[in-house]
């Protein structure tokens, strides 16, 4: 089935790093984004004023474009305007960048009307920082494979593109009003509210169902999550909101994080945060996804008193206390050295979300840090997982009166008895 997949995919040359970890990323973004990676070409340095890459590399990548003709070539670094039409002049292919890229990906996994909204208003504010060079191209009759390019005059172009980012704007700043309302009732109500955040595919989704006893899709390619869902667990018969978030990736520009605010924006307002992190990646690779993961969370302003860490995928491992080192590596035992009423295990916890095997400590930990829950039942269903969004994928859909009366099931239940 994957091969049939794969068979029907665009083909694509990809440019990268030399190195293992780059190369396994940029492959796994190509394939999310719905090409075949049929050849790669790799250089240390990937930022060269004209064409991002050497003259000396870019007859090779020539070669391999002229003999395998791919529909595309993708390029692991961001390009400026004249590098991608230097590129696409010389290459005669269409040439995407990792922006472009990424973009992409979140347009192919787009599943709600607010992960739409907020898709297209990254793209277009991708498509702003290119405008004056595409427009001045496209008046010369010059068009490369520019992503969107258009025969518009300058101003005309702007003006759309204005437009058509405030009205994007409107209808997410709805979206915030709503979520706030949302927030504000939980919190008038002691709901205790509990984020999952990550790096794409280190597991987040896969360990939102396991606590959740649900199933929504994981594991299959970068970015399944998109969109907010939120749940109600049960700990010890304490209630928590438990909410999923979109991945975190390296090299993610300020106006994608600023796109999906309204989503991203829920761990700010969580009471905790468990960053989850794939404890089976080599040492360096981590240090790096969990630096691109704190920088993230540091820009959404989310204090590090209020994040622990989960240590994923450790059934891949061959000895479990290898989630001790790196976590040292990463400096989280350092930080607890003040502190002699936290053991090594304070803060952060090796886990499986595949297997199920520590849960119950990763539930200890949730008590510990994020404190009592809400007593009283939610929507409770038998499988224990109480769904505070029946029917569909994100709280945005709520209206008003359905946050309102969500939030008063207790207080009906009292009334009635």
């Known amino acids: 089935m994957k091969n049939e997949r794969m068979n029907n995919m665009n083909k694509t040359l990809l440019i990268t790093y030399p190195y293992k970890d780059s190369i396994d990323e940029a492959v796994a973004l190509a394939e999310a984004a719905g090409y075949k990676v049929v050849s790669i070409v790799t250089q240390r340095y990937l930022t060269k004023s004209k064409y991002g890459i050497g003259s000396g590399k870019l007859m090779e990548v020539k070669s391999i474009v002229d003999s395998l003709k791919p529909d595309a070539v993708i390029f692991d670094e961001v390009l400026k305007p004249t590098q991608e039409y230097n590129l696409a002049s010389t290459l005669k292919v269409e040439i995407i ?146 909410s999923d978030t979109v991945g975190f990736i390296s090299k993610l520009p300020a106006y994608m994080i600023e796109a999906f605010r309204s989503t991203l924006e829920e761990l700010t307002f969580s009471d905790l945060v468990i960053l989850v992190i794939d404890a089976s990646e080599s040492i360096e690779n ?64 090796a886990i499986s979300a595949k297997t199920g095997r520590n849960i119950e400590m990763l539930l200890g930990m949730i008590r510990r840090f994020a404190g009592e829950g809400y007593s009283k039942a939610v929507g409770v269903r038998e499988d224990g997982a109480e769904r505070i969004n029946e029917g569909t994928d994100t709280v945005t859909e709520y209206d008003e009166d359905e946050v309102m009366n969500i939030l008063r099931l207790d207080q009906d239940e009292d009334s009635s008895a």
């Open 286 to 349: 981590m240090k790096k996804k969990y630096e691109s993961s704190m920088s993230i969370l540091n820009e959404l302003q989310v204090p590090e008193s209020k994040i622990i860490y989960a240590f994923n995928k450790i059934d891949l491992l061959s000895n479990e206390d290898e989630v001790y080192a790196k976590a040292r590596y990463l400096g989280l035992d350092s930080s607890l050295r003040d502190d002699t009423s936290m053991d090594r295990m304070a803060r952060y916890v």
């Open 97 to 242: 960048d990792r922006e472009r890229l990424i973009l992409n990906i979140f347009e192919r996994r787009a599943s709600t009307a607010e992960s739409r909204i907020q898709v297209k208003l990254a793209q277009l504010r991708y498509e702003m920082a290119r405008a004056r060079e595409k427009v001045r191209l496209a008046k010369k009759g010059e068009q490369p494979g520019f992503y969107g390019l258009g025969r518009y005059e300058v101003d005309d172009y702007y003006r759309d593109v204005k437009r058509r980012i405030s009205t994007l704007k409107s209808k997410l700043e709805s979206v915030a009003k709503r979520r706030a309302l949302y927030r504000r009732q939980r919190s008038r109500e002691g709901l205790v509210t509990i984020s999952l955040a990550g790096y794409t595919s280190a597991g987040k989704t896969t360990l939102f169902n396991a606590l959740t006893r649900e199933q929504h899709e994981a594991g299959r390619g970068m970015f399944t999550t998109l969109s907010t869902y939120t749940r109600a667990i049960s700990i010890d018969g304490s209630k928590y909101l438990l």
